[in-house]
């Protein structure tokens, strides 16, 4: 499973929400991109492109120019270098028209739920006709990939009672496996933070959303950054752990900008140039 990034784009009166993937600063295709511009934010550029596709709601795009490519990702360099940049990594050519390269493919499933979305939304489940009863299976396996395909489509599907329980519910199995959790080591840093004991039980949702930031791999110079941001005691540090878990890749953008503040400290929080209205 490829990690992916949440990050919200200024365009125009617009803010577009969107997910890149957590690498994307450091693909050689960024990498490229910023040799060729010769300037640390052209990844922002690139952004641009994408939520400009995000709002028009296509990656591909009749009778661009150098000059349009360049206004709509707000470069403010010479246009024709900057084509030349974004067609060695970003973009390509096919027919005539411009096509933001791999974009469609990165977003399969926010596609398909515009398609869907065109048709009415996800057709419903058709209900069984006769007696419910002579319809079911006597005792059906709740993990085998049929009932489990059954439970993911159903919409009303109670996840907390399942039909098939084998003695056991699965909250109380969720219950049990959480009361077994060890405390890890960045459970107890981040716990340290708030001066919170060790030997304090962490909620569900805690846990939960420690297990999310624990999948994205977090460098450790950035726990550290975090960390010694937090030490600071600043006013605007998080109140409690959970907004913390939740807000955890912002919260690194933000201890960038307090630790070690720079013109450019947080990629995805500069400021945007004014807006180019004409081609938004």
Not at 177 to 205: A, H, M, V
Request: with cysteine; net charge negative; hydrophobic share 35%.
């Amino acid at each position: 499973m490829r990690l992916r990034y949440p990050v919200v784009v200024e365009l125009g009166f617009l803010f577009i929400p969107m997910i890149v993937e957590i690498d994307f600063l450091e693909h050689w295709k960024t990498r490229l991109l910023v040799r060729l511009l010769g300037t640390e934010a052209a990844p922002l550029h690139v952004i641009r492109l994408w939520a400009h596709c995000q709002s028009r709601k296509t990656d591909r795009f009749t009778d661009w120019k150098p000059a349009v490519l360049a206004s709509v990702c707000r470069w403010e360099g010479d246009a024709q270098v900057f084509w030349d940049a974004m067609m060695q990594t970003f973009c390509r050519m096919e027919g005539g028209d411009l096509v933001a390269h791999d974009w469609a493919e990165a977003n399969k499933s926010l596609i398909a739920a515009w398609e869907n979305g065109g048709k009415g939304g996800r057709p419903r489940k058709r209900k069984p006709m006769g007696n419910p009863a002579d319809n079911q299976p006597v005792n059906p396996d709740p993990f085998s990939d049929n009932q489990l395909d059954n439970q993911l489509d159903n919409p009303e599907w109670d996840w907390d009672n399942p039909q098939v329980t084998h003695g056991v519910t699965d909250r109380e199995d969720r219950e049990d496996k959480i009361e077994n959790i060890e405390l890890t080591s960045l459970q107890k840093r981040i716990g340290s933070w708030f001066k919170r004991k060790e030997s304090t039980k962490w909620s569900d949702r805690e846990l939960k959303a420690l297990r999310g930031v624990i999948k994205l791999g977090t460098p450790p110079e950035d726990i550290d950054l975090l960390e010694a941001w937090y030490r600071t005691g600043d006013t605007y540090l998080r109140k409690d752990i959970i907004t913390l878990l939740n807000n955890w890749g912002g919260e690194i953008d933000r201890a960038r900008t307090k630790v070690h503040p720079t013109p450019q400290a947080s990629l995805f929080t500069q400021k945007p140039q004014p807006a180019i209205a004409d081609y938004l």
